[in-house]
């Protein structure tokens, strides 16, 4: 493999490439080799921040169908060069950091880092890496780093072979969250009387139930899909999959239950549903958990750029700031971090996408932890004879919103047009006389509509890594979307780069409903 074609696996801060056959035009470029020599890198980089001359790292991967083959090349790649592994089997991504800050565990066999084997909810011929040093996740420059030492470093191959060590740990983890949870509710089985529902989609998550949940005393027979499976034969492991999202949604009103949740395969996300079947998603479950830190001490919300107004007024009503940052789980983290270390108190940084990272438990994007604060609100509101959902009652929900994502044509330098682009459309929203300019803006370019163009906002900006323009379009009344949405094609079919379907689909999509809603108007008035 050429330097480039190490290059093009890096994804933001991971590692991800397509790993086996099964996808028609789709062909290899993770293979066993690079893996072994990406281990082999991360090693050279771990020597070049600790000062060490030899480093321990563990080894971890979730359930796809090429983990364990690539465990074992990162194994390889690690031991061949004097390193010693510790593969800990079966793991979420989380737990691959929470080794690195349990004392107890560092003193039975110290890892200097470590590599969890993952494409999170990715189609099921994908795999990847994520690194993790003690400082936490590895930033998109290291990664960029440990992509060129793999393809040009010559690494020195030893005599000395190093040890592999297989030592699983999710036990322990897991058993770190139920006390948790004992510690914050005084009980030893608070959620006795409770039925959950987890959906794991297959992936690394199952664990949850039998791990965490039912040594709490919850009723877990409606759960789904726990058995690893990295064909995902069910669902993608995905929060916010539809098809996902609306599996576990029935399994929770087949089973009566009194709260679903459901994880991505890596379970650095998740998901949840209320007692009704309804999800918890998106701004509700950013509400959710802000309601609950927010009860606590006030402080500053931080989330990505396309939150709706209902949860900045959410959040300021609990005496919150709400900051709408960028997009990228990564993004709104180091915000956060950033922020925290000028005195700025930021007890958490969240995405619409599932990924929370909590101030308390090291800014790590963590969907069992994230689930397990909201088990323990769920018990604190047991206790007064109150719902979970009782912490959102008063949110605000928008009347209308979708995101449309447009396409550049294939073979244009997409960010360069990208960026002229959005220079235009900053210029076009300062002049008009209906619309104005968000007056905190940190991607892209937010314009809001007043009431009689839309009452909303839209939000068009560049997608981090595609050739795609994701806008966001937000009413707070029924067809204030299509007045939005009219106005962004009126300024965006100039640009012959820009595939509009997209925009044709929503317009045509609100043209039949009013039809039909004609239709059914004239049909009572018929019948009458």
């Not at 980089?45 to 060490?52: D, E, F, Q, R, Y």
């Not at 914050?184 to 992936?203: F, H, Q, R, W, Y």
């Amino acid at each position: 493999m050429t330097l480039q074609d190490y290059l093009q696996l890096r994804n933001g801060s991971d590692v991800r490439g397509v790993a086996c056959e099964g996808i028609e035009g789709q062909s290899v470029t993770l293979t066993e080799e690079a893996t072994e020599n990406i281990a082999k890198a991360f090693c050279v980089w771990l020597i070049s921040h600790t000062g060490k001359t030899q480093v321990t790292v563990a080894v971890g991967y979730d359930s796809r169908i090429t983990a364990i083959p690539l465990c074992d090349a990162a194994v390889r790649g690690i031991t061949s060069t004097g390193h010693n592994a510790v593969v800990t089997g079966l793991s979420t991504t989380p737990s691959m950091f929470m080794l690195l800050k349990d004392e107890t565990r560092q003193k039975e066999r110290y890892c200097h880092g470590s590599i969890m084997i993952t494409a999170s909810h990715l189609p099921f011929n994908r795999n990847g890496l994520k690194f993790f040093a003690h400082g936490g996740g590895l930033e998109s420059a290291d990664v960029k780093e440990i992509l060129e030492l793999a393809a040009t470093y010559r690494f020195a191959e030893t005599a000395a072979v190093g040890e592999r060590i297989d030592a699983p740990y999710i036990d322990t983890y897991a058993a770190s969250l139920v006390d948790k949870i004992r510690t914050a509710t005084g009980e030893e089985t608070p959620l006795a009387g409770k039925k959950i529902v987890v959906d794991a989609g297959n992936g690394a998550g199952g664990f949850f139930a039998d791990k965490v949940l039912v040594p709490l005393g919850a009723d877990v027979s409606g759960s789904q899909f726990l058995d690893p499976d990295g064909t995902f034969p069910n669902h993608i492991p995905n929060p916010e999959n539809a098809q996902a999202m609306q599996s576990v949604c029935d399994a929770v009103k087949a089973a009566n239950a009194d709260l679903g949740i459901i994880f991505d395969t890596d379970v650095d996300r998740a998901g949840a549903v209320d007692k009704d079947g309804v999800e918890i998603n998106r701004n509700r479950l950013i509400a959710l958990i802000s309601a609950v830190l927010l009860s606590e001490r006030k402080g500053t919300i931080v989330t990505d750029s396309v939150t709706s107004d209902g949860l900045t007024k959410f959040i300021q009503d609990r005496g919150g700031k709400h900051l709408r940052f960028k997009r990228g789980y990564k993004n709104v983290i180091n915000e956060a971090i950033k922020r925290n270390e000028t005195g700025e108190y930021c007890p958490l940084a969240i995405e619409t996408s599932g990924h929370a990272a909590l101030l308390e438990n090291y800014f790590l994007d963590d969907g069992a932890y994230l689930i397990t604060r909201l088990l323990i609100a769920l018990s604190d509101a047991a206790k007064t004879g109150h719902e979970l959902t009782d912490l959102i009652a008063d949110l605000q929900v928008p009347a209308e919103a979708e995101e449309l994502r447009v396409n550049f044509v294939d073979g244009c330098d997409f960010r360069a047009l990208g960026k002229k682009l959005l220079e235009d459309f900053t210029v076009y929203g300062q002049n008009l006389y209906y619309a104005k300019p968000a007056e905190e803006n940190y991607e892209g370019f937010r314009l809001r509509y007043d009431e009689h163009h839309g009452n909303g906002w839209a939000l068009i900006r560049m997608s981090l890594h595609d050739p795609v323009l994701p806008i966001n379009v937000e009413s707070n009344v029924v067809d204030g979307n299509v007045k939005i949405v009219k106005d962004l094609y009126y300024f965006l079919k100039k640009y012959d780069f820009l595939d509009l379907t997209p925009f044709e689909q929503s317009i045509n999509a609100w043209r039949k409903r009013k039809t039909q809603a004609v239709k059914e108007k004239f049909a009572q008035i018929e019948n009458k």
